[in-house]
């Protein structure tokens, strides 16, 4: 077996006094697509931002392509990351927002273009290319030269999407990356997401779009109150539940 993308075994997070992740066990494959869903408040958010360093993990061991997350090891020795490797980790690493956050003052493909020339030194020429065929990829090819608020919120996130595989990362993470979008525009931004996987993306995908977890993952989490509540194929966690949790969330969501 080669190594995970991303491990997570006993993961723990507390906020304060409030413990949000409780033990979190979790595997992701290479080329796979893991769909995490569960209730508000149930951590899923905090857990996407432990594999992105956006939060430090407090309690067991998280690692991403076999690197502990936030460490350096040297020797049998853990030596914390600096600011400036967590950013290179962090590069590796697309996440994408339920609201699309692009820079508003920036063409769409501008937005695409920044990472790889800011922080990548890519030259302008190259990463300009680059971004026009990224935008065609998610079928935005006619709209580059478009501001994100002449863009419909599907576009706009089409275009973050397109911004996060700028920096050709190993792994993605949505969270909720359809949640704040009207219903018809749902759609496309799905199509996108499945073209990604069917390429062999490893993405990690926090969605309440139980078809796309049933079609596109290769896991789906069900989680709930910090804890791993019932996890496998999702045409079996999805389908035909265990848990009585499961069920009753699900039927919410139906
Ligand atoms: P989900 O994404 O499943 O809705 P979250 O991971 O966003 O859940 O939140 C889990 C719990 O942690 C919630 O009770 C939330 O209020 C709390 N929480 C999240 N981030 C913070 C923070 N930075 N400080 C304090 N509490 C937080
Ligand atoms: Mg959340």
Do not use: W
């Not at 600096?82 to 003052?105: C, K, S, T, W, Y």
């Not at 030269?145 to 911004?163: D, K």
């Amino acid at each position: 077996m080669s190594t995970p993308m991303v491990r997570a075994e006993g993961v723990r997070k507390h906020f304060g006094r409030l413990e949000v992740l409780k033990g979190i066990d979790l595997t992701v494959e290479r080329g796979q697509v893991c769909c995490l869903l569960g209730p508000s408040g149930s951590g899923k958010s905090t857990f996407l931002r432990c594999i992105n360093h956006l939060e430090k993990v407090d309690g067991g061991r998280l690692t991403v392509d076999g690197e502990l997350v936030g460490y350096r090891q040297q020797g049998n020795k853990l030596h914390e990351l600096r600011e400036r490797e967590v950013a290179d980790r962090r590069r590796d690493i697309g996440m994408v927002f339920q609201r699309f956050n692009l820079f508003p003052h920036m063409t769409a493909v501008e937005n695409v273009m920044e990472a790889p020339v800011k922080v990548s030194g890519v030259s302008r020429a190259g990463a300009r290319e680059q971004a026009h065929a990224l935008l065609d990829q998610v079928g935005l090819g006619d709209r580059g030269h478009h501001y994100p608020a002449e863009l419909s919120g599907g576009q706009q996130q089409r275009v973050a999407i397109a911004r996060a595989l700028a920096m050709k990362p190993k792994l993605m993470l949505f969270d909720e990356p359809t949640s704040a979008l009207d219903p018809e525009l749902v759609g496309d931004v799905l199509d996108v997401m499945r073209r990604l996987a069917a390429d062999g993306m490893t993405m990690v995908v926090v969605t309440h779009e139980i078809g796309f977890a049933r079609e596109v993952g290769d896991t789906a989490v069900f989680m709930d109150e910090g804890v791993v509540v019932e996890a496998g194929d999702p045409r079996r966690v999805l389908v035909a539940p265990e848990q009585e949790r499961t069920r009753a969330f699900l039927s919410k969501v139906l």
